[in-house]
């Protein structure tokens, strides 16, 4: 058994959506540690640049190494786009991240090789799902579309709402129209919208939500690292947020599925 066992998985986003990622670890790994943090001060990153994506994804990932994190998990798609390499770099311990976990989900769910991927203006314009589902797939062709309306749209609870339905269909109409088979979810938010999104694409095509396809691959890293917690006792759960704003708590819970407690304000 490795001697750090028992600390916690950092999970990191721009706000309160990697707390979809955070609800398929407890799920899977219902004894793991987890410190959580997000940025509610800055958020949204999907609409900034790669610069302050950098720095600020760098000033986190130093944040949860202080706190002896065994694992860094990067549960934003839009740091995962852009400054994944940067935390793997500075980072001693294992780096995941969502968009190798939803690329690996994507080629292991399409049989067509015919991949739509949605996610935010900048995960989008990064191309990095498409780097990454072509590093396992050379041959898969991917049709990528930026959704920027979804996360706000998500975020005021509109989750099975015609205004949402309608924005669906406007997005998901070229994407469709190339025939995929399988659409992965690339930003934190989508998986709440999974059962509308279902509806809109139709029972042909399949979604992946990479927040569980992120809690897979946590699982098999600590499996095969000898790193999973032999602790069969309730686990500790600490949330970071740089800001509470307005109705964070029912926000931050509708994410978690769960109550959220023991949340600490840090102020940069
Ligand atoms: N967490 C971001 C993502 O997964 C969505 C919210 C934002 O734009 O910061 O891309």
Redesign the pocket.
Known sequence: MNPSSGNPIGVF???V??LTVVRALMERLPFENIVYFG?TAR??????SVETIAHYTTQIAEFLLAKDVKLLVV???????VASQIVKDLSPVPVLD?IDAGALGAISTSTKKQVGVI??P??INSNAYARAIHQYEPEARIFSQACPLF?PLVEEGWLDHPVTRLTAQEYLKPVLAQNIDTLVL?????PLLKPLLQDVVGSGVRLVDSAEAMAEETAALLAEMNMANPQRTPPRYEFYVTDVPLRFQTIGERFLGRTLSNVHVVKW
Do not use: E, F, L
Request: hydrophobic share 25%; glycine share 20%.
């Open positions: 986003d721009s706000g959506g990697g940025d958020v949204p990153y999907g609409v900034k549960a934003c798609n839009t740091m995962a786009a969502v996610g935010t900048t995960t996360v690339g930003c934190t938010h989508y």
